[in-house]
């Protein structure tokens, strides 16, 4: 089985400008995900989608692979995350180069490690799976037991449609929610499906001391603070 693994770093960043190739802890944000997708045993090949010259310089010399350009109507604000995906397949596929499976590495979580990364491939073939995604557990108090939806009148109805909340916590089922370090994806369930998930959707429960996804200044000071603490 031939996995591979992809590395989506766009030019534009609202949040914090750059951020792909900002410095993290005096490193480019993007070498932390290059160094942990390098460092696992089950990806075969991984590489970069850019549409950025600057990004992708700086990601050869973290050791990805560069092999396209990614079209920059792939790379705007509102592309969704699976045509990028689709693209990089269908690219390496003309070459020549197929895979049974992607995962997919967003560079906004540096403290993602490459035994994660292992666990999750080989969690998608043991398990039969269409993907496997990294999870955290949802608090009991935001159990969808315990949530509710206000409709258009303002009246509360709750997120599982039941007609009363569970009323012990210690009864409430357990709930997770993406983590988003590691997507893995059968490539016929991308290509086929057009899907990320597909319907056999496998979790992986992570370390909540190193989940920390940077969307903003506040998460960026996170990460540097557990770095520096040697979390990571």
């Not at 995962?103 to 540096?110: D, E, G, V």
């Not at 499906?193 to 989940?211: E, K, M, N, R, W």
Request: proline share 7%; hydrophobic share 40%; net charge negative.
């Amino acid at each position: 089985m031939r996995v591979l693994g992809l590395v989506p770093a766009r030019g534009g960043s609202k949040g914090i400008p750059r951020k792909n190739i900002r410095l993290l802890a005096g490193k480019p944000l993007l070498q932390y995900t290059a160094e942990a997708a390098l460092a696992a045993k089950q990806l075969d090949r991984v590489v970069l989608s850019t549409d950025d010259a600057e990004i992708a310089e700086i990601g050869r010399g973290c050791g990805l692979e560069v092999p396209f350009m990614r079209p920059i109507e792939l790379a705007q604000d509102d592309t969704p995350t699976l045509p990028v995906v689709q693209h990089a397949l269908i690219t390496l596929n003309n070459a020549g180069d197929c895979f049974d499976a992607i995962c997919l590495l967003q560079p906004t979580h540096p403290l993602r490690q490459s035994k994660t990364i292992d666990a999750c491939i080989e969690l998608l073939w043991t398990a039969e799976a269409d993907s496997v995604i990294t999870i955290l557990p949802v608090p009991d108090k935001y159990n969808p037991h315990w949530v509710y939806f206000m409709n258009e009148h303002g009246h509360l109805n709750l997120s599982t449609s039941e007609s009363a909340p569970i009323p012990r916590r210690q009864a409430l089922p357990a709930a997770f929610h993406r983590e988003g370090s590691v997507y893995v994806t059968r490539q016929s369930v991308v290509l086929e499906s057009h899907s990320l998930y597909g319907q056999a959707v496998v979790g992986y429960i992570v370390d909540p001391t190193t989940a920390v996804n940077i969307d903003g200044p506040d998460d960026w000071a996170q990460a540097e603070r557990l770095l520096a603490a040697g979390v990571a």
